[in-house]
């Protein structure tokens, strides 16, 4: 059973523009994950966050997790044409390892 | 580059075949974790192993089988090959469990 769900399914924006995507998720977790995945190819680790932890940045992206609403946010400032990709959230249920990911985003960001 | 490799990156091959998916992961990591990425099913968890033994299994057909060597390389081993095992499969390895799993380029594998 899917255990993160982002929304939404799709999003198309403007360079410049800011893409924000959310996820769900059902049980508790250690950590929640965002991924970035270009047409086909291999996921690339964009950030993680600790059950603890409630906002983390790197470079021009932002996370939160409110672990009350079991949901977290990804946004993505002054987006580029090079971040269109699939976004994905992978969460790990607190007993478990392995990273249950979600369906995932499509952001297309259009010059 | 994450510096997890797998091999070989595409593979073509016929139903009721056997082939198996090969994947060394980041220098230093003990953790091996392979998943399967399909268009009806998402990206699923497989198995995991950790420093050789198996750790946790996930959606894994009884036909697949996996490893992991002394070297701390894995391989994938799938048989009886059916047209609906056609996907992308990823390894990935983190240093340990909880810690951040990267990811390989990912093997394609179309079963004719």
């Known amino acids: 059973s899917q255990q993160g769900e982002e929304d939404p399914q799709a999003l198309s924006i403007q360079e410049g523009e800011n893409a924000t995507m959310n996820c769900s998720y059902k049980?508790?977790?250690?950590?929640l994950q965002w991924y970035r995945q270009n047409s086909g190819r291999g996921l690339v680790h964009l950030i993680l966050?600790?059950?603890?932890?409630r906002e983390k940045h790197s470079g021009r992206l932002r996370v939160t997790l409110d672990t009350s609403k079991k949901s977290s946010s990804l946004l993505i400032t002054a987006s580029r044409a090079a971040d269109t990709a699939s976004y994905f959230c992978?969460?790990?249920?607190?007993?478990?390892?392995?990273?249950?990911f979600g369906k995932g985003t499509t952001l297309s960001v259009s010059s | 580059d994450s510096g997890v490799t797998q091999t070989p990156k595409h593979l073509i091959t016929a139903t009721g075949q056997r082939v198996t998916l090969r994947c060394s992961p980041r220098?230093?990591?003990?953790?091996v974790y392979w998943y399967q990425q399909s268009l009806d099913q998402g990206l699923q968890f497989l198995i995991q192993?950790?420093?050789?033994?198996?750790?946790a299994k996930g959606n894994i057909l009884e036909r697949f089988s996996a490893q992991q060597f002394p070297d701390l390389h894995s391989e994938l081993n799938l048989s009886s090959l059916e047209l609906g095992d056609s996907a992308l499969y990823f390894c990935?390895?983190?240093?340990?469990?909880?810690?951040?799993?990267?990811f390989g380029p990912g093997t394609r594998l179309t079963v004719l």
């Open positions: 220098s230093g990591d003990l953790s």
């Open positions: 192993y950790y420093n050789g033994e198996e750790r």
């Open positions: 992978a969460t790990d249920k607190q007993a478990g390892t392995a990273l249950i």
């Open positions: 966050i600790r059950s603890n932890e």
């Open positions: 990935a390895s983190s240093v340990e469990v909880l810690d951040t799993q990267y």
């Open positions: 049980t508790s977790i250690n950590n």
